[in-house]
């Protein structure tokens, strides 16, 4: 079985559920421990960098990672900071892609 950050985020449509509390909390344990999972419905996680030019390059990084995959989270930049926010707008909640992009964006660091 392929790790999630080998993956491919795929379509999602409008009527498709979310995961599961079960799902979501067998999904989690493959992601780095600093995320974390938000009202059962989103994922979050926050880096530390030394500095802003730091942070700001991170953030690209994400960002061309969310493009490829065509699955964008909400990000929040600041001095010496990146957070990251993952849900999945159309079924107002997680599923798998956002996993997918969080154990991508933890290959990052």
């Known amino acids: 079985m392929s790790t999630l950050s080998d993956r491919r985020c795929v379509p999602v449509r409008r009527g498709d559920p979310a995961l599961t509390a079960e799902r979501i909390e067998e999904l989690r344990r493959e992601l780095a421990t600093a995320w974390l999972v938000v009202d059962a419905r989103r994922?979050?996680?926050?880096?530390?960098?030394?500095?802003?030019?730091?942070?700001?390059?991170?953030?690209?990084?994400?960002?061309l990672v969310a493009e490829r995959e065509d699955h964008h989270p909400?990000?929040?930049l600041g001095w010496g900071r990146v957070?990251?926010?993952?849900w999945t707008h159309v079924v107002g909640g997680?599923?798998?892609?956002?996993?997918?992009?969080?154990a991508k964006l933890d290959r990052l660091t």
Not at 43 to 63: N, Q
Not at 94 to 102: G, H, K, M, R
């Open 43 to 63: 994922l979050r996680r926050e880096w530390k960098f030394p500095d802003f030019a730091s942070a700001m390059a991170f953030t690209v990084r994400i960002g």
């Open 74 to 76: 909400e990000i929040e």
């Open 83 to 86: 957070a990251v926010e993952l």
């Open 94 to 102: 997680l599923t798998e892609n956002d996993f997918v992009i969080a």
